[in-house]
């Protein structure tokens, strides 16, 4: 049985990397979809809409992940990829309001990355048993 996950001031300062990561990588993804944006609406590209976002959906994904590990964490591998697809389905309604190819899919590239923050920041690291390593012989 795994441990229960708590929060530690590790936790905090991977939490913090990820933020900043997907922070920029998301600014990269808008100034593309935005480049690529030729006539659209340009909805959630701008700085002010989507690093907020980025900010909330950190701290919502960090929120739901340690209740899912506390409660059933084995959930999580369903869990994940599922609330992704959901978040995804606002994006797809934009073309309805006139939103491009291009800004709808930076929205949902924008929406995978930082679902990849928090599963990278949070994840446990995986024990030797766990990842295939032998233990190292030694010479008797």
Known sequence: MTPTPKPTAATVVRLGFALLAAAAANTAIALGALALDDGGIAMG???ASYLPATAAGLLLGTVGWFVLARTAPKALRVVVPAVLVLTWVPDLLLF?????????VGLMLMHLVVTTAVVL???????????GARPLRTAD
Not at 99 to 104: I, K, W
Not at 122 to 131: F, G, I, K, N, V
């Open 45 to 47: 590209l701008s700085p």
């Open 96 to 104: 309805t309001a006139g939103a491009t190819a291009a800004n709808v």
């Open 121 to 131: 920041a949070l994840r446990p690291a995986p024990s030797p048993a766990e990842d």
